[in-house]
């Protein structure tokens, strides 16, 4: 049961409806994630800025698969429905992917390299091995592109927070995450 409710649209404060229009353009629909942090228009701009942002960076399987274990990691029950539609919906990727992803892992080397990455930061809040470092460099990975995947995961850890405190009313096909 939700903690903070879904707000209706038109209860929402004046701020958060030019952001929630351009979400809505973006996704054609408004989940109800966007819907929360529009109650303060300073979360749900800081929100949509910074995936903006970062959607620009990274191709988007990776951020599909750091979202899906960064929210594993989380135990954040929408983040893990939202980006599993998304993942098999928006990135092309197979269950078995996003299974893997889920855990850290892809039958890719490269994708199987930031995904480990990305848990690694997740687990250790950014408190990572010079090995973790180490392994994602050796698969092609630039310090720019490294400081991405961090910042992608810090999005999702923003996201899965926000959703967690709240337990948002999930609004996609629902998937828990695995204890």
């Known amino acids: 049961m939700p903690r903070i409710a879904t707000p209706d649209l038109a209860t929402l404060p004046a701020a958060s409806a030019p952001i929630l229009d351009a979400v809505n353009k973006s996704l054609g629909v408004i989940p109800n994630l966007y819907r929360v942090a529009g109650l303060s228009p300073a979360v749900l701009q800081g929100m949509t800025g910074l995936g903006g942002a970062l959607g620009k960076s990274l191709d988007v399987k990776t951020r599909e698969r750091i979202a899906l274990v960064t929210a594993q990691v989380n135990g954040c029950d929408y983040c893990l429905s939202a980006h599993s539609y998304l993942a098999t919906n928006l990135a092309k990727l197979s269950a078995e992917e996003i299974a893997a992803a889920r855990i850290g892992k892809s039958a890719d080397a490269r994708a199987n390299a930031a995904v480990a990455f990305a848990k690694a930061v997740a687990e250790a809040r950014g408190q990572v091995s ?21 910042a992608v995961v810090v999005e999702n850890f923003f996201t899965n927070f926000v959703n967690n405190v709240a337990r948002t009313e999930i609004d996609f096909p629902v998937v828990a995450a695995a204890a």
């Open 130 to 150: 010079d090995a973790d470092l180490a392994a994602v460099r050796l698969a092609g990975f630039s310090d720019a592109q490294i400081l991405e995947i961090v």
